[in-house]
Nanobody, 114 residues
Framework: HVYLVESGGGLVQAGGSLRLSCVASGNNCSTMGWHRQAPGKSREFLAESAWDGSTNYADSVKGRFTISRDNAKSTVYLQLDSLKPEDTAVYYC??????????WGQGTQVTVSS
């Protein structure tokens, strides 16, 4: 099993920045990433980072969000820049093990005021 704990969410004004963190414990994750879910909408993929550091982004956040990973700390980060009110959502960390089991964190709220 993998346990994921997110932190770093909060309230920020439009144009501001936040840095989300997700710490994994238990089994190692080959891939760690971030999704978000806004009220009334389905969960949306944002970015992911593989064990070797390779990354993949949703087109909607390229250039504004940056994912990074520290394997020694079992931690993945998501830097959110140039935030917009439409970025308001619960942000979830996702981990996938080498055996393709998938786990989710409990989520952290990001609220962007206009």
């Amino acid at each position: 099993h993998v346990y994921l704990v997110e932190s770093g969410g909060g309230l920020v004004q439009a144009g501001g920045s936040l840095r989300l963190s997700c710490v994994a414990s238990g089994n190692n994750c080959s891939t760690m990433g971030w999704h978000r879910q806004a009220p009334g909408k389905s969960r949306e993929f944002l970015a992911e980072s593989a064990w070797d550091g390779s990354t993949n982004y949703a087109d909607s956040v390229k250039g504004r969000f940056t994912i990074s990973r520290d394997n020694a700390k079992s931690t993945v980060y998501l830097q959110l820049d140039s935030l917009k009110p439409e970025d308001t959502a619960v942000y979830y960390c996702k981990g996938r093990t080498w055996f393709w089991d998938t786990y989710w964190g409990q989520g952290t709220q990001v609220t962007v005021s206009s």
